[in-house]
């Protein structure tokens, strides 16, 4: 294989650095440009990228031969062979096999008529001569269809080009045969769009050794005429009768390097053109490309360096049969336990903050201060059911007897009634709680998955503990329930007594005396409105303001285009079922009385994004006197004959509104201390006891468990990760040490400066198009464009007549004709200025 010598001295630096990353188990990202040809049918393409390559393997001949985008993947590797994506499994050795593939494949999509497609060709070429690289094949641009070609086959051609080559890596390679128009070359003006700074384009001219005699391509090879940032190369292909005749590729270096060195026009410049040279350009293409990278890297590997070496101090020493230490991490880890419990429970702080949602003591809160009395609430207050149970009890105490005294058993009974119905949501309150706690146990004992029986067993021994607090909990809080119930303390100095129940007035007891807040705002925050209307806008989320009186709603935070205020007189709300594919919990507002709340609405319908939101709203609406509806009412509907409450005599209306008072008094003072008790009772029962538990006596219920040496039996994967992880910090250390030595080696070169390439905006207009660079040597039409036209001079000086402006040592042009440059000059209305 002739090989490419730059790419094969880059191919160890490359190599070096993949060992070592390798060693970490990290993919090395170097991420090295592809390199896209691209340009006209039969420009020479395709013997551009055998040459860079160096194997002879691409389908040839005339016309549009590249049907399918081709795209070659280099791969170094110890031997040498090629792979199709569409032929997993099998190895190509013999190239020749490669390009009747190729060709198969091609026909195989497009058939054998000319026809195009864009899915691509999928080559991997294995080789220890080549670098990881990735080459693209390009049909070539054609204006005509040919064959089974669509009509718009230049449009088609031209988006499947702009696919690959607008990527920022990928360098261009813009090949122009010699014997062509370079100023209407399609190949510099698609690069142009895609690179208009010039930094990915390189020029290539191709067919030199067929221009026209006379003629030549140097003020274009010398970047003077139609310059490029990067400036152009030339190479010399193998001819077709050179491929039909299999002529090695070494052969036509050696042939190209002759013709650039015999060539009066090109010996000067034969260093800097030729498929080696082309090689080398791209090579430092690479090398600058591996440059950049390696700050990137070096930055990567320090950080990473840092983490590792705290973790790798502790394992330096570290033998896993060990019992000293195996006891220490035991020690240790029961010691973070207990300080990531406390802190997740008393808020003091730690590196491992919830943002997303609230946890542990915050989440307890919650429970305490919002679930919970929320709860309480809504089993507590309904009017209309307790005035009828009130009348019942009094009906039912009197017995066949007309009652003229109201009965002290009447509101004995009611109320016990109400206290019992506190236990339900007292008990819930324990186990939400409960719940919470055992998260928190879970997440706090995460750090101990190095050694999962101790995890298991620790998790096992703190629940177990949990679970027979629980219980003893509940027992107390029941018990704390059972003495409300034992004795009616109507002698508290809250009560409100026989004498006031009977002068209070009805409407100072609708909703309880929650009046006593004034107007002050409780809450502020978004919620969704979703019954609007759709000419409305539909549901959208809005501001919205809640004080003791009234719920106001703003366009937004700013509160300064209000759109609606609600007062919050007779309303209540209720739980809306979720919408189909709704995701946000809704509930309502809504007057019990059947009443319109909103314009033509019976309810406003109101959701948050999450159900936490929904009950500090719903706590935050109990505070401003809305409560949630009962379910009574749906009783009232199916005995409507017992509802008595409509009908009852004077006499029973004001012995049941003085009950009333007396129950909604006494039930004030119960539910006061019950809300205050239940969470102290949890806190001290449950959470302090799980507290002093988890930092006095879990170390001594470990120990009594068992075999301690099982216990920290390290989990199988724990151990490779130890391994890996010193292995990685090694390896990490090499890394640099190489990157370091590579940044040292390798010489980058700077950019080119920009040029200006405004020609190209003029590619396709033949009025302000340069000539080509077949005919870059001819002049204006003068007498001397005449003499240019006269047959060629001997081959001995193998010049044309001396006309061309720019060559050195050539005869000078007479100074009497006119529209002359000067020697060295370019022609004005092409190139402004000179580089």
Known sequence: MAGNPGLEQLIPVVNKLQDAFTQLGVHLTLDLPQIAVIGGQSAGKSSVLENFVGRDFLPRGSGIVTRRPLILQLINSNTEYAEFLHCKGKKYVDFDEVRREIEAETD?????????????????????????????????????????????????????LLQFIKRESCLILAVT??????????????????????????????????????????????????????????????????????????????????????????????????????????????????????????????????????????????????????????????????????????GSGSAQINTNELSGGAKINRLF?????????????????????????????????????????????????????????SLKCVDLVVTELSNVVRNCAEKMMAYPRLKEEVERIITTQVRQREQRCKDQICLLIDCELAYMNTNHEDFIGFANAQSQSESSVKTGTHGALGNQVIRKGYMCIHNLGIMKGGSRDYWFVLTAESISWYKDEDEREKKFMLPLDGLKLRDVEQGFMSRRHMFALFNPEGRNVYKDFKQLELSCETVDEVDSWKASFLRA????????????????????????????????????????????????????????????????????????????????SGDQSQLMEEAPHE?????????????????????????????????????????????????????????????????????????????????????????????????????????????????????
């Not at 001290?684 to 507290?691: A, E, F, R």
């Open 108 to 160: 195989r999509v497009t058939g054998s008529n000319k026809g195009i497609s864009n899915i691509p060709i999928n080559l991997r070429v294995y080789s220890p001569n080549v670098l990881n690289l990735t080459l693209i094949d390009l049909p070539g641009l054609t204006k005509v269809p040919i064959g089974d070609q669509p009509i718009d086959i230049e449009q088609q051609i031209r988006s499947m």
């Open 177 to 346: 045969p010699a014997n062509t128009d370079l100023a209407n070359s399609d190949a510099l003006k698609l690069s142009k769009e895609v690179d208009p700074q010039g930094i990915r384009t390189i020029g290539v001219i191709t067919k030199l050794d067929l221009m026209d005699e006379g003629t030549d391509a140097r003020d274009i090879l010398e970047n003077k005429l139609l310059p490029l940032r990067r400036g152009y190369i030339g190479v010399v292909n193998r001819s077709q009768k050179d491929i039909d005749g299999r002529k090695d590729i070494n052969a036509a270096l050696a042939a190209e390097r002759k013709f650039f060195l015999s060539h009066p026009s090109y010996r000067h410049l034969a260093d800097r053109l030729g498929t080696p040279y082309l090689q080398r350009v791209l090579n430092q293409q690479l090398t600058n490309h591996i440059r950049e990278t390696l700050p990137g890297l070096r930055d990567k590997l320090q950080k990473q360096l840092l983490t590792l070496e705290k973790d790798v101090d502790q394992f330096k020493n570290f033998r896993p049969d060990d019992p000293a230490i195996k006891t220490k991490a035991m020690l240790q880890m029961v010691q973070q336990l207990t300080t990531d419990f406390e802190r997740t429970i008393e």
């Open 369 to 425: 201060h919002e679930r919970f009395p929320f709860e309480i609430v809504k089993m507590e207050f309904d009017e209309k059911e307790l005035r009828r149970e009130i009348a019942f009890a009094i009906r039912n105490i009197h017995g066949i007897r007309v009652g003229l005294f109201t009965p002290d058993m009447a509101f004995e009974a009611i109320v016990k009634k109400q206290i019992s119905r506190l236990k339900e949501p």
């Open 625 to 704: 006197g809305v409560y949630p509806e009962k379910q009574v009412e749906q009783e009232n509907q199916d005995n409507p004959g017992e509802n008595i409450t409509s009908s009852m005599d004077p006499q029973l209306e004001r012995q049941v509104e003085t009950i009333r008072n007396l129950v909604d008094s006494y039930m004030k003072i119960v539910t006061k201390t019950t809300k205050d008790l239940v969470p102290k009772t949890i806190m001290y029962m449950i959470i302090n006891n799980c507290k002093d538990f988890i930092n006095g006596e879990l170390l001594a219920h470990i120990y009594a």
């Open 719 to 835: 151990a490779q990760k130890r391994e890996e992880m010193i292995k990685m910090y090694h390896a990490c250390k090499e890394a640099l040490r190489i990157i370091g030595d590579i940044s040292m080696a390798t010489v980058s070169t700077p950019v080119p400066p920009p040029v200006k390439n405004d020609w190209l905006g003029s590619v396709g207009n033949p009025r302000l198009s340069p000539p080509s660079p077949g005919g870059v040597r001819k002049a204006p039409p003068t007498m001397s464009s005449v003499a240019s036209r006269a047959p060629p001079p001997p081959p001995s000086t193998n010049r044309p007549v001396p006309i061309i402006p720019s060559r050195p040592g050539a005869g000078a042009p007479p100074p009497m004709l006119p529209n002359r440059p000067g020697p060295g000059a370019l022609p004005p209305p092409l190139i402004p200025t000179r580089r």
